[in-house]
């Protein structure tokens, strides 16, 4: 299902038109390699843009970027130009003496009929020449949708990678004492703003899951005492049941075409297998049928895999990571770590699968390659688990409760950029959705 928001949000190229970076030879100095081990993160100035709601959207572009970690804004204090006409060059000397080596300048107006224009512009200061300039149209309510889509490209001008700002995040809202704790379906801007909350308490909700392709969700809920599957439609609040699953612990996940989900139902003789469900017809296929506990699949975003973990070679409660065809064809064993794998999830980008593993008394968020290779841990604690992909790949988000209850937190693929979500409640269950349309 489309967005709602589309028709309300428009983007045209400024009249000087958007140079493209392929073209220019002062590229490399603003090019900054994600792929690098360590990546040093970008100065980058950002000034106020001009009018009224100007600083509001420059703020969320500054602190969206700042919380990739790959870019570093310089304090406004430093700047030696002040910026009164944001369309023309600036003084690229002056952004020099302070070591910026991008700037971006913008402003935001009111148009006749009531929408807000808001513009920007990317200046590539050791290569003293524009990089792009766009400009934005949209209602009052969307002004925060503007500036996450301004930072989006300005990560992707400099990085060559699509970013991940214009996005939601749906999770469980928690709130009211540890022994009768309410539970609500919640959805918010990946930045925390703007929650809205989708489901009203009276069932215990749980494990939502986005589509790779709409903007609707799969969750269960126990609203008669009983886990049922639900469909979501997010914009227009329209739900279907997709079934009663009574050995069901954890939502489907879908399908990277959107058409089908797929689950672990516990079945009567007691062991726990993965099946597919085609969401047209309410047909299921059995991808797995063995006396072990198989459970957390995930798919490869090409769709001809799955990734999910088993006991079956690994002792009681010792599940590993395992990868099958999409069929069920050829399951085998990827992970050979010390300690328990669970809730795995295939990047976006296909190369890395992402885990909680329980070692050593903690709980560890990690990657790993997709034969099993090059395992990193990206943070250990107490208790935390997850973890959902940001749409490029490149992020990750998890909750981590630390005593009194689930709070949510995002790291990167470096580790060292975690970051805590803000939340108003406690909070678990995080998805990502794709970007926004």
Same mark, same amino acid.
């Given at each position: 299902?489309?967005?709602?928001?589309?028709?309300?949000?428009?983007?045209?190229?400024?009249?000087?038109?958007?140079?493209?970076?392929?073209?220019?030879? +002062?590229?490399?100095?603003?090019?900054?390699?994600?792929?690098?081990?360590?990546?040093?993160?970008?100065?980058?100035?950002?000034?106020?843009?001009?009018?009224?709601?100007?600083?509001?959207?420059?703020?969320?572009?500054? +602190?969206?970027?700042?919380?990739?970690?790959?870019? +570093?804004?310089?304090?406004?204090?430093?700047?030696?130009?002040?910026?009164?006409?944001?369309?023309?060059?600036?003084?690229?000397?002056?952004?020099?003496?302070?070591?910026?080596?991008?700037?971006?300048?913008?402003?935001? #107006?009111?148009?006749?009929?009531?929408?807000?224009?808001?513009?920007?512009?990317?200046?590539?200061?050791?290569?003293?020449?524009?990089? +792009?300039?766009?400009?934005?149209?949209?209602?009052?309510?969307?002004?925060?949708?503007?500036?996450?889509?301004?930072?989006?490209?300005?990560?992707?001008?400099?990085?060559?990678?699509?970013?991940?700002?214009?996005?939601?995040?749906?999770?469980?809202?928690?709130?009211?004492?540890?022994?009768?704790?309410?539970?609500?379906?919640? !959805?918010?801007?990946?930045?925390?703003?703007?929650?809205?909350?989708?489901?009203?308490?009276?069932?215990?909700?749980?494990?939502?899951?986005?589509?790779?392709?709409?903007?609707?969700?799969?969750?269960?809920?126990?609203?008669?005492?009983?886990?049922?599957?639900?469909?979501?439609?997010?914009?227009?609040?329209?739900?279907?049941?997709?079934?009663?699953?009574?050995?069901?612990?954890?939502?489907?996940?879908? &399908?990277?075409?959107?058409?089908?989900?797929?689950?672990?139902?516990?079945?009567?003789?007691?062991?726990?297998?993965?099946?597919?469900?085609?969401?047209?017809?309410? &047909?299921?296929?059995?991808?797995?049928?063995?006396?072990?506990?198989?459970?957390?699949?995930?798919? &490869?975003?090409?769709? #001809?895999?799955?990734?999910?973990?088993?006991?079956?070679?690994?002792?009681?409660?010792?599940?590993?990571?395992?990868?099958?065809?999409?069929?069920?064809?050829?399951?085998?064993?990827?992970?050979?770590?010390?300690?328990?794998? &669970?809730?795995?999830?295939?990047?976006?980008?296909?190369?890395?699968?992402?885990?909680?593993?329980?070692?050593?008394? %903690?709980?560890?968020?990690?990657?790993?390659?997709?034969?099993?290779?090059? %395992?990193?841990?990206? #943070?250990?604690?107490?208790?935390? %688990?997850?973890?959902?992909?940001?749409?490029?790949?490149?992020?990750?988000?998890?909750?981590?409760?630390?005593?009194?209850?689930?709070?949510?937190?995002?790291?990167?693929?470096?580790?060292?950029?975690?970051?805590? !979500?803000?939340?108003?409640?406690?909070?678990?269950?995080?998805?990502?959705?794709?970007?926004?349309?």
């Amino acid at each position: 299902m489309k967005s709602i928001l589309k028709p309300l949000l428009m983007v045209a190229a400024m009249a000087v038109g958007i140079i493209s970076v392929a073209t220019l030879p +002062a590229r490399a100095t603003l090019e900054l390699n994600v792929n690098k081990g360590n990546v040093e993160p970008m100065p980058i100035a950002i000034p106020d843009f001009q009018g009224g709601l100007g600083p509001q959207i420059s703020e969320i572009v500054t +602190a969206d970027l700042k919380r990739s970690g790959l870019f +570093a804004p310089i304090d406004k204090a430093a700047f030696v130009e002040k910026i009164t006409n944001p369309d023309a060059a600036p003084r690229y000397e002056d952004w020099k003496v302070i070591n910026a080596q991008a700037l971006v300048t913008g402003s935001v #107006s009111k148009e006749a009929d009531g929408r807000i224009r808001a513009q920007y512009r990317l200046w590539d200061i050791f290569g003293n020449q524009q990089l +792009a300039g766009e400009q934005f149209f949209a209602n009052d309510a969307n002004q925060r949708r503007v500036a996450h889509i301004i930072a989006d490209a300005i990560y992707e001008k400099i990085t060559g990678e699509k970013g991940y700002f214009d996005t939601r995040v749906v999770f469980v809202d928690e709130s009211g004492p540890k022994n009768a704790r309410k539970k609500r379906l919640a !959805i918010m801007d990946q930045d925390g703003a703007n929650v809205r909350y989708l489901s009203d308490g009276r069932a215990i909700v749980l494990t939502p899951r986005f589509s790779p392709n709409r903007q609707e969700i799969t969750y269960m809920s126990y609203e008669s005492g009983q886990p049922k599957v639900y469909l979501l439609q997010i914009e227009t609040g329209q739900r279907e049941l997709v079934g009663n699953f009574p050995g069901m612990t954890f939502a489907p996940r879908f &399908s990277p075409d959107g058409q089908k989900v797929i689950m672990s139902l516990l079945r009567d003789d007691g062991n726990s297998n993965i099946f597919a469900m085609d969401l047209r017809s309410r &047909s299921t296929t059995r991808l797995t049928d063995s006396t072990a506990i198989d459970t957390s699949p995930s798919y &490869s975003p090409d769709g #001809s895999q799955v990734v999910f973990t088993s006991d079956r070679g690994g002792g009681s409660g010792r599940s590993q990571i395992y990868v099958m065809g999409a069929d069920g064809s050829n399951p085998h064993r990827i992970s050979f770590g010390d300690g328990v794998y &669970s809730t795995p999830v295939w990047s976006p980008r296909g190369d890395l699968i992402a885990f909680t593993k329980q070692s050593g008394g %903690e709980f560890q968020i990690g990657v790993m390659k997709t034969d099993g290779s090059g %395992e990193r841990i990206l #943070s250990s604690g107490f208790q935390q %688990e997850g973890p959902p992909w940001a749409p490029n790949g490149r992020v990750l988000m998890f909750f981590r409760d630390s005593g009194g209850g689930p709070k949510l937190v995002s790291v990167d693929l470096t580790g060292r950029n975690e970051q805590p !979500i803000p939340t108003a409640n406690y909070a678990s269950d995080p998805a990502w959705s794709p970007l926004l349309e």
